[in-house]
């Protein structure tokens, strides 16, 4: 079972970024789709960003423009730059498989974006 960490997380104002990383504790080669969701408070999990093997990418409407997903398979990493950070954008971040079997969740990072 691989294991994700995922970190970068932290306070920021309106307008700044944060890059989000997510380590894999095992390949991620093989895995087809890898992907960022997040949780805001009350709310329910969604996926905001998608990356798969052929190198295309997804992104909610919301984000598009702003996000940029990608992912080093060498390095079992799988990265989420956020930039015009936004109030909403506020939420648990984390990253996981698309499609297939989901790992188990990780910890998520917190991404506050408050003045």
């Known amino acids: 079972q691989v294991q994700l960490v995922e970190s970068g997380g932290g306070l920021v104002q309106p307008g700044g970024s944060l890059r989000l990383s997510c380590a894999a504790s095992?390949?991620?080669?093989?895995?087809?789709?890898m992907g960022w969701y997040r949780q805001a408070p009350g709310k329910q999990r969604e996926l905001v960003a998608s990356?798969?093997?052929?190198?295309?990418?997804n992104y909610l409407d919301s984000v598009k423009g702003r996000f940029t997903i990608s992912r080093d398979n060498a390095k079992n990493m799988v990265y989420l730059q956020m930039n015009s950070l936004k109030p909403e954008d506020t939420a648990v971040y984390y990253c996981?498989?698309?499609?297939?079997?989901?790992?188990?969740w990780g910890k998520g990072t917190l991404v506050t974006v408050s003045s």
């Open positions: 095992a390949s991620i080669a093989s895995i087809y789709g």
């Open positions: 996981n498989r698309i499609g297939g079997a989901i790992f188990s």
């Open positions: 990356i798969y093997g052929g190198g295309n990418m």
